[in-house]
């Protein structure tokens, strides 16, 4: 007889916390921010990534140009500008 009402007891507790909504609002807001938080660190890792490849790609594009206007062989501007572009669009 005992255990019968204990798992009354029991079965009443579990029913009025399944009808109780207080506190599900902050739920709501840590999943989203959890949410937000992953996506955040996803993005920043992608982007993170461009950018070391791109200031790669530039600090070459830089060595090229150092490369070649030192040695221009007394071409114009406009001619030693093309073959920059030329090299540096190929990386």
């Known amino acids: 007889m005992k255990f019968d009402t204990q798992f009354t007891a029991l079965r009443r507790a579990v029913a009025r916390f399944s009808k109780d909504t207080s506190g599900s609002a902050v739920v709501d807001w840590v ?14 890792t992608t982007i993170n990534t461009g950018m070391e490849n791109a200031s790669t790609d530039i600090k070459r594009c830089m060595k090229i140009q150092g490369n070649l206007w030192t040695k221009d062989n007394g071409d114009d501007y406009a001619k030693r500008m093309k073959r920059i572009e030329n090299r540096c669009s190929k990386l």
């Open 31 to 44: 999943l989203l921010t959890a949410a937000i938080a992953g996506i955040s660190i996803a993005v920043g």
